[in-house]
DNA sequence: CACTTGCGAAACCAAAAGGTTTCATATATA
DNA sequence: TATATATGAAACCTTTTGGTTTCGCAAGTG
């Protein structure tokens, strides 16, 4: 199953997982070590971001390592990415609405 | 009630709300007549995107005008950024590997 | 081989989500 | 003033979520 990215980052727990291997891969028993909830728990959540893309497993023995596919992320980057330019924008203009009252103060200067 | 940016922006439909009045504010007949779903329910969706600071609303006469506060989605952006250097590491990683084949098969040029 | 580890998956649960209908209320309008 | 509009909120219902326990199994170890 294909989960959404932005589902996925909902929840804090799979935003620490990911905080937690972005750097370098655990398996599972570390990762669940971390969090006072059982592993069953931190390990459904692991599946739904192995599901989301998130996160790769690979085994090694008895163990299997998560790795963190940050890349995934862009989806949600990208999205809120078109939108930047208006709180920009906003900003601009109150930047704008600050620096013409600043001019209004000490008079003088006007070149726009 | 402060709720979660990132669980506000879980929702598709929530996501579609956002998309829908980031460029001109509309009331809440107006966005809901463009979903499927009873005019409550996208209520319910605005009411969540209005506790995570998303949603500003604004009564006019009869009407409540719902307006985008887009720059909220920096919590998530800035969130995601420290992780972009991440991800370009790799893509340099694999572009320094690619030019490595390049130079091997065009024979010539080591230096690492 | 017997025992310990590290997992994956199933069965079960309570709470949260996402919808629907229905009802009450404040604002226009005829 | 009586009627239509635009909402806000409550009551209820079905699925999803996020957790817990328990069981089974494969991979190391003594």
Chains 1, 2 share one sequence.
Request: hydrophobic share 40%; glycine share 4%; charged share 30%.
């Amino acid at each position: 199953m294909t989960r959404d990215v932005f589902q996925a980052i909902a929840d804090p727990t799979r935003r620490e997982i990911l905080g937690m291997i972005a750097y370098q891969s655990l398996n599972v028993n570390t990762v669940s070590g971390n969090f006072k909830i059982s592993r069953a728990a931190v390990y459904k959540h692991i599946k739904i971001l192995r599901e989301a893309g998130l996160v790769e497993i690979k085994q090694a023995g008895r163990e299997r390592y998560c790795h963190a596919k940050m890349e995934k992320l862009l989806t949600v980057s990208d999205w809120i990415e078109q939108y930047r330019k208006l709180w920009n924008q906003k900003l601009d203009s109150l930047e704008a609405y600050l620096d013409k009252l600043q001019n209004k103060n000490t008079a003088a200067k006007k070149e726009n």
